[in-house]
């Protein structure tokens, strides 16, 4: 499957966003797709993650409460809105595909889009 985010930008803090990651190929629905990010001069960090049909999602701490993970299996598409944004939050987003568990793991998502970025600015 390939995948490509989009919706990045850059906003205030307080402001809202929604980023998309649009699916190609077969069974969009088989897998379990997660949100990541990674901020200059840090490693990648887990974000949220939802399962094949939306029943189960989890999330990192940091954005729990504001961030909300959905998906479409129709238009496969995963979408992920974020509100009241943080400067903190400002990263490269990446959605990634697994065909296996959810997981909040990086290493168990086999494929990732490109990413996205998102500047919040104070």
């Known amino acids: 499957v390939q995948l490509q985010a989009s919706g990045g930008g850059l906003v205030q803090a307080g402001d809202s966003l929604r980023l998309s990651c649009a699916a190609s190929?077969?069974?969009?629905?088989?897998?379990?797709m997660g949100w990541f990010r990674q901020a200059p001069g840090k490693e990648r960090e887990f974000v949220t993650a939802i399962g094949w049909n939306g029943g189960r999602t989890i999330y990192a701490d940091s954005v729990k409460g504001r961030f909300t993970v959905s998906r479409d299996n129709a238009k496969n598409t995963v979408y992920l809105q974020m509100n009241s944004l943080k400067p903190e939050d400002t990263a490269v987003y990446y959605c990634?595909?697994?065909?296996?568990?959810?997981?909040?793991?990086?290493?168990?998502?086999?494929?990732w889009g490109q990413g996205t970025l998102v500047t919040v600015s104070s």
């Open positions: 190929g077969r069974a969009f629905s088989n897998y379990a």
């Open positions: 990634a595909a697994s065909r296996r568990s959810l997981t909040s793991r990086w290493d168990g998502y086999e494929f």
